[in-house]
């Protein structure tokens, strides 16, 4: 989804393992942000995360600068910051498409937008979904899972520990691209091809059309 306008973010961490890791999370979702150099090189209207308190003291006079401060490092943080440059506390939808089998593929959608998405062991399915809807804030929560090997299991083992969510089977038929590498985009329709083009992965369209597919709620 594009925005059309959004305001600047800027970044400021002191930890370095967690900068490490904010930059593989913006550069994936193809995020701009810039790294902090002083309060006077900030530009105007930016969302400025940082963990560090005293680069909050430096920039509290900049008015214009909504300051985001995480001293814990967390994933909360970050995305409380990423949805303040689009002008929004929360997503209104957050839909997370689960394409089960021997190796689980999930992918996160909000309004639109690919957040996430990797493969997960059955083991770590459950912990993984939970740290997703407890991390990135919405309105509405979403699970769709494919009715494929292993599909009811994972319901099950969702179904167990989270609650609140509504938790939907999706028909598999067709979800998954004939070809082990996507290599036929006629195969999908245009909104797949604009979302997930860089991805030449079957598993990742199959959880992409998962997630967009209305299912069943499980009760």
């Known amino acids: 989804m594009k925005y059309m306008y959004k305001r600047p973010l800027v970044i400021g961490i002191y930890e370095p393992r967690w900068f490490m890791r904010i930059k593989d999370i913006l550069n994936a979702r193809k995020i701009d942000y810039s790294v902090y150099e002083d309060k006077d090189t900030i530009p105007y209207y930016s969302v400025f995360y940082t963990d560090y308190y ?6 509290i006079s900049r008015n214009d600068v909504l300051i985001v401060y995480d001293p814990e490092d967390t994933r909360i943080g970050l995305e409380i910051s990423i949805l303040a440059t689009r002008f929004k506390e929360k997503y209104n939808t957050l839909t997370i498409g689960i394409d089960p089998g021997s190796k689980p593929y ?10 996430e998405h990797g493969y ?17 804030p919405s309105r509405e929560k979403i699970i769709r899972v494919g009715s494929g090997l292993n599909g009811f299991d994972i319901i099950y083992i969702l179904k167990k520990t989270i609650n609140n969510v509504k938790i939907e089977v999706v028909d598999e038929h067709e979800t998954t691209p004939r070809s082990r590498v996507v290599n036929d985009i006629n195969y999908l329709d245009k909104r797949l091809v604009k979302i ?24």
């Not at 005293?54 to 920039?59: I, N, Q």
């Open 120 to 136: 997960v062991s059955l083991e770590k399915i459950c912990e993984k979904i939970n740290y997703l809807l407890h991390n990135i």
């Open 196 to 219: 997930l083009k860089p991805y030449r992965n079957k598993d990742a369209y199959a959880a992409l059309r998962i997630a967009l597919r209305k299912g069943i709620e499980v009760e």
């Open 106 to 115: 999930y992918l996160v959608i909000g309004d639109g937008e690919v957040i």
């Open 54 to 59: 005293d680069f909050v003291k430096e920039t």
